[in-house]
């Protein structure tokens, strides 16, 4: 039982999202990405990471990524932006399935302040988990990295492989890099994070995308040029280790709170 991955590591033009499904649309061609695979994007991955909503918000991220999963006969979890009536976007990862069905969005928990993306986003108030084939994804976003009480719950809640699209700046990459392995080994699941390269307005970024096994091995890296990194995940060993280090059984749920779970 396994499962191909494809992440897109590619540099975002700025606020353009013609230019960057055409990217993409391109990558994954070259790339011979398989019918089936489960496709992982960046956050904000068509604008980059823009506080303007307009921007992010005035061509339909979602309708794209519908057509070109039905085309492709491919999952697809897109990075985006939608506006909300108090007047904040929210930052978005909605996953697509094959036939077209959308996945209630997963919205970012937690906006970056020192950034001041709270400013132009609100909070999400919870998890998505979305049934794919076989294995139960949580999508996540950037900096929900850093809270590791969000990972363990989706964890004890069934979520055995997870995928997080991020804006994650070059001077920090050590950390995005060890927090990946780190989440993988916490919640003994596949981590997926996707990451962007090149530059924007504000920031620099060198991509390091990976593919982190529930042990905590690296199977796949990006580097930091552009591409698509793939891996075909085994499912199956991915629970025989939980079964055989059962580590989630001993987690206390009441030390970590609650959080609304939508499922899909």
Known sequence: MSMEIALVQYDIA???????HARIEA??????????????LPELGDTGFTMDLDAATEVDSIEWAVSLARRRDWTIQVGHAEPNPD????????????????????????????????HAYGAGDGLVLADIGPVTVAPLICY????????????????????????????????????????????????????????DPNLEYIGSSII?????????????????????????AGREFRERFPVLKDARRELLGSVRIHRC
Request: aromatic share 8%; glycine share 8%; net charge negative.
């Open 144 to 199: 929900d990295l850093r809270f590791p009480e969000l990972w363990r719950l989706a964890a004890l809640e069934g979520a055995e492989v997870f995928a997080i699209g991020a804006c994650w700046p070059k001077e920090r990459t050590a950390h995005w890099r060890h927090l990946l392995v780190s989440r993988a080994m916490e919640c003994q699941a596949w981590v997926l994070g996707c990451n962007r390269i090149g530059t």
């Open 14 to 20: 700025w606020e353009d999202k013609p230019t960057n």
């Open 212 to 236: 982190v096994a529930p042990d905590g091995t690296i199977v796949a890296d990006g580097g930091s040029e552009p591409g698509v990194v793939r891996a075909d995940i085994d499912l199956a």
């Open 27 to 40: 990558m994954l061609e070259e790339a011979s990405v398989p019918p089936g695979a489960f496709v992982l």
């Open 87 to 118: 007047g904040l976007g929210r930052n978005c990862a909605t996953i697509v399935r094959p036939d077209g069905t959308v996945c209630a969005p997963y919205r970012k928990m937690f906006p970056m302040t020192i950034l001041k993306e709270h």
